[in-house]
């Protein structure tokens, strides 16, 4: 799951190709969007206060 | 063994010849000794200067970075291609410094995107060329593929293809992306389907994308290639 991006301009849009591969969008973790960072449109870079809030989300949802 | 004792006897005498004459001229022996390279100086006639990253033999520099990549395989073909109508694309980025690399992504309008074109294996090739008589020359683009088969998929493609005006990625077997086509001027589509006459004949379409009048090569693209849904 993205916390530290959001994902844009998807409508109409079913994936990136990159590197040679089909990367669907629930597919991209925070590591490939750091390395797709400027090399697409679908992705802006969260405030750190919302990166912040999303990774407690994520911490609360896997304590579960 | 009967050539390995003159040689050696030949070379003690030099041997002896060379410590008389540097014992007798000093100072001749010393600068000669200065003027032939050695030390730091040979190593830098042999690779040239280390700051430049560079060998130096024979008189022709080739840059280290350069050798290390060429020592690789080398395919030829393309491994798959992805279409766009030039009219979809809202954002066609310049190319960096080198002026044929682009890095940034290209934007489609909303609700548009690339979509991947399949072909047989082996079949797909990009190419480019010089055009035009001296004074107006330019650079042709040129994208082959075949797709095997006649079918009503393949010839509804060809039905809404024909006098379209597209930007198609190509990947290369060594992984490089080229864009035949750019934001100004895109490439025309064209086909020759044959069934074949025998039975072991070829029966599909060759399908062509084609441009002349560019002022670069098909552009190297390092970004992501956003996908039609």
């Known amino acids: 799951m993205l916390t530290k991006f959001d994902l844009v301009n998807t409508d109409g849009l079913k994936g990136l190709s990159y590197d040679g591969d089909f990367v669907p969008f629930d597919k991209i973790t925070d590591e490939l969007a750091?390395?797709?960072?400027?090399?697409?449109?679908?992705?802006?870079?969260k405030s750190p206060a919302a990166a912040a809030k999303a990774m407690k989300a994520?911490?609360?949802e896997s304590a579960k | 063994m009967?050539?390995?004792?003159p040689a050696l006897k030949m070379g003690l005498f030099l041997m002896a010849l060379l410590l008389l004459a540097t014992s007798l001229f000093p100072d001749q022996a010393l600068a000669l000794a200065q003027a032939v390279p050695h030390g730091a100086d040979v190593l830098h006639a042999l690779v040239g200067d280390a700051a430049a990253g560079g060998t130096m033999l024979g008189c022709v520099v080739v840059?280290?970075?350069e050798i290390i990549l060429d020592d690789c395989p080398n395919p030829g073909g393309l491994t798959d291609i992805h279409v766009i109508r030039?009219?979809?694309?809202?954002?066609?980025?310049d190319p960096g410094a080198d002026k044929v690399t682009i890095s940034t992504a290209i934007v489609p309008k909303a609700g548009c995107g690339f979509v991947p074109w399949e072909f047989a294996q082996d079949s797909g090739e990009i190419n480019h060329k010089?055009?035009?008589?001296?004074?107006?020359?330019?650079i042709a683009h040129d994208l082959n593929v075949y797709v095997p088969r006649g079918s009503a998929?393949?010839?509804a493609v060809i039905q809404s293809a024909l006098n379209g005006d597209f930007v198609v990625i190509g990947r290369d077997s060594n992984g490089n992306l080229r864009i035949a086509g750019d934001k100004r001027r895109g490439v025309k589509f064209e086909h020759d389907y044959k069934s074949g006459k025998k039975g072991n004949d070829k029966n599909g379409t060759d399908f062509k994308f084609s441009g002349e009048g560019f002022t670069h090569v098909p552009f190297y693209y390092t970004a992501a290639i956003p996908l039609k849904a």
């Open chain 1, 34 to 45: 750091e390395q797709l960072e400027g090399k697409t449109h679908v992705l802006k870079r």
């Open chain 1, 58 to 60: 994520v911490e609360a």
């Open chain 2, 86 to 93: 030039r009219r979809d694309i809202l954002t066609f980025p």
């Open chain 2, 63 to 65: 840059p280290i970075a």
């Open chain 2, 130 to 138: 010089s055009a035009g008589d001296a004074g107006n020359q330019s």
């Open chain 2, 153 to 155: 998929t393949t010839d």
């Open chain 2, 2 to 5: 009967k050539k390995l004792f």
